[in-house]
């Protein structure tokens, strides 16, 4: 079972908005930044989202990240085929010393 | 361009040592601001940080691993190693190498290994 918690899959309509949800605790999300990957099959992951809301260079502004408390979200607009992955969101865990990730969100884009 | 290439075998016996190594181009190991980490993913589950490095040595784990991992950097050759010792069935993942931004986000990822444990 993973420290952070996200729905197992999402889908949406292609041109449309999907959010991503990830909750945490006060010993991780809610002390510490969040980041969002990408992974799509067969392919490690990619940043996407770092410090909460930060693109890496590359990244679309399609990809926007925020947090509140111990919960994060991030959105995808105008959604392509080709956003069909695994997402997955990680921070820090005070208590666990350790970098935690959640268990993965499968987004269908249908 | 930074690239991470990974090498180690494919397939470990029970309580024997998995060993990887990552070459890095593109760039010097030796970087500042940089740390050198190893992340797992078990099959159909998240990813799992196992430990990251400091060019100077500095290394930082995973609790949950109970002391069984070590990383080393050879900045003479640019490249950065995983050890994993006495490992089980439950140790089967693919394993990363990857550059971070920061400390906790993993920005630049090698291919991954696929390492199984079974005798």
């Known amino acids: 079972q993973s420290v952070l918690t996200q729905p197992p899959s999402v889908s949406a309509a292609p041109g449309q908005r999907v959010t991503i949800s990830c909750s945490g605790s006060s010993s991780n999300i809610g002390a510490n930044s969040v980041s969002w990957y990408q992974q799509l099959p067969g392919t490690a992951p990619t940043l996407l989202i770092y410090?909460?809301?930060k693109r890496p260079s590359g990244i679309p502004d399609r990809f926007s990240g925020s947090k509140s408390g111990t919960s994060a979200t991030m959105d995808i607009t105008g959604l392509r085929t080709g956003d069909e992955a695994d997402y997955y969101c990680g921070t820090w865990d005070d208590s666990l010393n350790s970098v935690v990730f959640g268990g993965g969100t499968k987004l269908t884009v249908l | 361009q930074l690239q991470l290439q990974q090498s180690g075998p494919g397939l470990v016996k029970p309580s024997e040592t998995l060993s990887l190594t990552c070459s890095v181009t593109g760039d010097s190991i030796s970087t500042t601001s940089y740390y050198w980490a190893w992340i797992r993913q078990p099959p159909g589950k998240g990813p799992e940080w196992i430990g990251s490095i400091y060019y100077v040595g500095t290394t930082f784990y995973n609790p949950s691993l109970k002391s069984r991992g070590i990383i080393s950097v050879d900045t003479s050759k640019n490249q950065f190693s995983l050890r994993l010792n006495s490992v089980t069935a439950a140790d089967t993942a693919i394993y990363y190498c990857a550059r971070t931004l920061g400390f906790e986000y993993f920005h630049h990822w090698g291919q991954g290994t696929v390492v199984t444990v079974s005798s």
């Open positions: 410090d909460n809301y």
